[in-house]
């Protein structure tokens, strides 16, 4: 499996940025997709996740309303559409996927099987 993350960059506060992870290697059915953060000295905390079916989709609490996650099946593509950025979102980004949906662990980075190399966003106050 392989991840690729892009569309990371330099945005000012209160801009948008729509991230995307290329996925290959296999189907993706049962999978949850998802997307999490790591600034610098700081943990990888979770930003979004959805079923690979599209059924179900998770934010975080620091996301949720300035993000939407979907996904296109025919590109096998996962993106995270953020809005009204602020300077705390800088960090690294990265995609991950897990094979089956268990509701209770999307959340958890651990969780996660495999990992693409993150894209950087920036966010200038």
């Known amino acids: 499996v392989q991840l690729q993350a892009s569309g990371g960059g330099l945005v000012q506060a209160g801009g948008s940025l729509r991230l995307s992870c290329a996925a290959s290697?296999?189907?993706?059915?049962?999978?949850?997709m998802g997307w999490f953060r790591q600034a610098p000295g700081k943990e990888r905390e979770f930003v979004a996740a959805i079923k690979w079916s599209g059924s179900s989709t998770y934010y975080s609490d620091s996301m949720k309303g300035r993000s939407t996650i979907s996904r296109d099946n025919a590109k096998n593509t996962v993106y995270l559409q953020m809005n009204s950025l602020k300077p705390e979102d800088t960090a690294v980004y990265y995609c991950a996927a897990r094979q089956g949906e268990y509701e209770v662990v999307v959340r958890y980075a651990r969780y996660y099987n495999y990992w693409g190399q993150g894209t950087l966003v920036t966010v200038s106050s």
């Open positions: 290697g296999r189907t993706f059915s049962g999978y949850v």
